[in-house]
């Protein structure tokens, strides 16, 4: 054991110093090579049981609501890759504190990577839809990660206690070896990456898939959109929202890949007549195609996690009405592959007048990977944690006092009706702009109601009618515009909407937890 003074004595550059470094390196490699093998078995167990998802995953579900609105407002939809990368920098230091301990307290480090290891098993294993297979991969990882730590850090050069370099004159040899054995380790772990993306070419069997689909003609179509619908102003968002630019907000590290051969969807629950539909009897059955903008509780006054659709899919409440809800049911809980859940008021599904659809296309084309292919639901007027479940493949007949979907223990409202709102999308904060006419232009919605009326308010100035574009109906937002006639100075303009009913959208601020943002959305403005 080193003494105080014997470590203090050991300063930068001696090897003692060096030999630490080394340590560091041999953890982070038999980690990583470990991880790779791990991401390997993955591949064939299933994508969601390795290590660095599962936990991932886990991270997410456990993560407050607070959180998740803080890490929305700061990353947008980059938050999953900074989740993913901020794993991986504690992975990579904790697997370099593990080799330093191999080294310095045997047998620490073993014990350390040993325990992340079975942790991680354990996570991956208690993962929605998992099974305990889903263990092995990280098992068999940290089953070859910690043999490796073991050798590895006995081969550190320069280190006290190494068997090698304790030996005086032998310094070259023994950083030659060490090099040699981590060298071949890195290299293994990268064929095993290598090979787990080849392996996991399961991905693009089911893109392959999906580009081969010809979606049914619907059986009813949807009213064509107004020439009036688009108002065409630069910088304003389009009437349509293309699936490329479409907001996409869900749990998922990993975007679910199901292959609709596999896929089918249960009704269940408190039915008479349960059963389940696979794809092909989906596809037979008369399609409806329905305007919709769908929205995210999540979205701030203001914020773009918003965006309309034209959704082809079979109505929900045709579906309900054969399994024949039973008395007492209020809610259907419908169910995605992984794991999510959302609550949806039974009430509202069987709505005779409210397209609920289980959509199967999105602007003319299969639904994209990423938001919920092969099938998802879509309701007008209700924001998309209690009603929009991608990869949705079961729908469960209960009731709102004996089942909680995924949001609700996490502090957001059971009940998720999308509220009256606008925003101005041009001009943006810090344009330049000259005095004279400026058209100011934007968005409002309020999905099933219909937005009535828009005004726009500069400084402390009266509110004045806004245009307002046509819209194929209620359930879609509407596009309006203003020109101002501004002049030099700094202004405020805000905006506010009015629905088809007569409410006027409150200016009272709040937060979008737990049941969606309000207030009005207001901007400076600088005129030259
Ligand atoms: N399976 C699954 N479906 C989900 C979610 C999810 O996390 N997982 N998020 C919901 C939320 S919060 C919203 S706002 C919408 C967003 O749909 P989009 O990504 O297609 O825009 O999907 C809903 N469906
Ligand atoms: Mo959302």
């Known amino acids: 054991m080193s003494t105080t003074t014997e470590r203090i004595a050991a300063g930068p550059g001696t090897g003692r110093r060096r030999?630490?470094?080394?340590?560091?390196?041999?953890?982070?490699?038999?980690?990583?090579?470990?991880?790779?093998?791990?991401?390997?078995?993955?591949?064939?167990?299933?994508?969601?049981?390795s290590p660095v998802l599962a936990a991932g995953a886990a991270v997410v579900d456990a993560v407050p609501p607070g959180l998740k609105d803080l890490a929305i407002a700061w990353f947008g939809t980059a938050d999953k890759v900074v989740l993913l990368v901020s794993i991986g920098v504690v992975?990579?230091?904790?697997?370099?504190?593990?080799g330093v301990l191999e080294q310095r307290r045997p047998p620490a480090g073993v014990v350390l990577l040993g325990a992340v290891g079975v942790v991680a098993g354990v996570v991956a294993a208690l993962r929605p839809g998992a099974t305990v297979v889903w263990a092995v991969p990280s098992l068999v990882g940290v089953g070859a990660a910690v043999p490796l730590l073991r050798a590895l850090v006995a081969r550190v050069p320069g280190a006290t206690g190494s068997a090698v370099g304790a030996v005086p004159g032998a310094q070259g040899v023994a950083r030659r070896e060490f090099l040699v054995w981590t060298g071949l380790s890195a290299a293994a772990g990268l064929v095993a990456l290598g090979a787990s993306r080849a392996v996991s070419a399961g991905g693009r069997a089911v893109q392959a898939v999906r580009e081969a689909i010809r979606l049914p003609a619907p059986a009813t179509t949807a009213p064509p959109v107004p020439a009036g619908a688009e108002l065409d102003v630069d910088g304003l968002a389009t009437y349509l929202t293309p699936n490329e630019t479409f907001y996409r907000i869900d749990t998922a590290l990993r975007v679910p890949q199901v292959n609709p051969e596999d896929w089918s969807l249960t009704v269940t629950g408190l039915v008479d007549e349960p059963?389940?539909?696979?794809?092909?009897?989906?596809?037979?059955?008369?399609?409806?195609?329905?305007?919709?903008t769908l929205a995210c509780v999540s979205n701030q006054v203001g914020g773009d996690l918003i965006g309309n659709a034209l959704w082809l899919g079979y109505p929900v409440r045709e579906l309900l009405s054969r399994a024949r809800p039973q008395a007492g049911a209020d809610m259907v809980l419908s169910r995605s592959v992984d794991g999510f859940t959302a609550g949806t008021p039974l009430e509202v599904l069987l709505e005779d007048d409210r397209d609920c659809l289980l959509a199967v296309g999105m602007n003319g084309e299969p639904l994209p990977p990423e938001h919920g292919f092969p099938a998802r639901l879509v309701v007008p007027g209700l924001y998309g944690y209690v009603s929009a479940t991608k990869?949705?493949?079961?729908l469960k007949v209960t009731r709102f006092a004996d089942d909680e979907a995924y949001w609700t223990p996490r502090g957001w409202s059971a009940l998720g009706p999308i509220k009256l709102s606008s925003r101005i999308d041009v001009p943006r904060p810090g344009d330049n702009l000259a005095a004279g006419t400026v058209t100011v232009a934007g968005v409002a919605w309020a999905q099933h109601t219909g937005i009535g009326r828009v005004e726009v308010r500069v400084d402390d100035g009266d509110w004045v009618a806004a245009e307002v574009a046509d819209t194929v109906g209620p359930d879609t937002w509407r596009q309006?515009?203003?020109?101002?006639?501004?002049?030099?100075?700094?202004?405020?303009?805000?905006?506010?909407?009015?629905?088809a009913g007569g409410v006027v959208q409150t200016d009272a601020q709040a937060p979008p937890a737990p049941d969606g943002a309000t207030g009005w959305h207001t901007i400076p403005l600088t005129i030259m």
Not at 91 to 98: E, M
Not at 391 to 394: A, F, K, L
Not at 482 to 491: L, R, T
């Open 19 to 49: 030999g630490g470094w080394w340590a560091a390196l041999a953890g982070v490699v038999a980690a990583g090579a470990g991880l790779a093998l791990a991401e390997l078995l993955a591949a064939f167990v299933d994508p969601a049981s």
């Open 91 to 98: 992975l990579a230091a904790g697997a370099a504190l593990a």
């Open 275 to 292: 059963f389940t539909i696979t794809w092909d009897d989906l596809l037979a059955l008369p399609l409806t195609e329905h305007h919709v």
């Open 391 to 394: 990869w949705v493949t079961e």
């Open 480 to 499: 309006w515009r203003y020109d101002w006639d501004a002049a030099p100075g700094d202004h405020l303009v805000a905006v506010r909407a009015t629905d």
